[in-house]
């Protein structure tokens, strides 16, 4: 138990679905982060949320569009997805954004 | 352009061994190094972070060295055991970057018996 939960786990969609990943976390951090992690590559970095404010976008295509509603809670909202979207996307907080990362499990996405 | 190399092929030792894991970095000036172990199906999990100006850091059966001229991270396990067996990732923060860590693609550990 990391103290951060993501939900799904599993998810299959096709190209014209929409989708949701949710993340929650417990440990009264103050930034999270949406991560993707590709077979055989490093962790991108999507997008960071710091004091609820978007803080950084990694040049992400605009079917993939983050939410955080509050500092417990970041969702990542997904639409005409594409195969090569088919990864692991982890959530993770900290607090401040000098510290170490908490991840949650991961939501394991397949794109048909 | 910035890049961060860690042992693609996988490292197998035997049980009770030091491992010994390498990050090599160019074209960065760190503020600060951690390294995480993910487990197949999970997310990653900090294990330790050490500053620019630091030389080493321990915790437990867990050394870290960082070596700015160098520009390497050294990753020690001893007494290694089958539970040590994962993907272990090394990650920079920029100085001035918030918390904005850029990933290596990890190199796999197996103890075996």
């Known amino acids: 138990e990391t103290g951060v939960t993501q939900t799904p786990r599993h998810l299959v969609m096709g190209m014209t679905n929409k989708k949701s990943l949710k993340c929650e976390q417990h440990?009264?951090?103050?930034?999270m982060y949406w991560y993707k992690q590709s077979a055989k590559k490093p962790l991108e970095l999507m997008f960071v949320y710091s004091l609820e404010e978007r803080v950084e976008n990694n040049s992400v295509p605009s079917r993939f569009s983050p939410e955080c509603p509050n500092s417990s809670h970041l969702f990542l909202h997904l639409h005409t997805l594409q195969p090569e979207d088919s990864a692991l996307y982890l959530c993770a907080s900290s607090q401040d954004r000098q510290r170490e990362l908490f991840f949650g499990e991961g939501s394991r996405l397949t794109v048909l | 352009s910035q890049k961060i190399e860690q042992n693609s092929e996988a490292l197998n030792i035997q049980e009770g061994k030091t491992a010994t894991l390498t990050c090599n970095y160019t074209n960065y000036s760190p503020a600060y190094l951690q390294w995480y172990r993910q487990d197949p199906g999970r997310g990653p999990v900090f294990l330790l972070l050490?500053?620019?100006?630091?030389k080493e850091k321990r915790k437990e059966r867990l050394k870290v060295t960082f070596d700015t001229t160098l520009k390497q991270s050294l990753f020690h396990i001893t007494a290694s055991q089958p539970a040590d067996s994962a993907t272990y990732l090394c990650a920079l923060a920029l100085t001035g970057g918030g918390n904005k860590l850029t990933f290596g693609t990890g190199t796999q550990l197996k103890v075996e018996l």
């Open positions: 440990l009264g951090h103050n930034a």
């Open positions: 050490i500053r620019e100006n630091e």
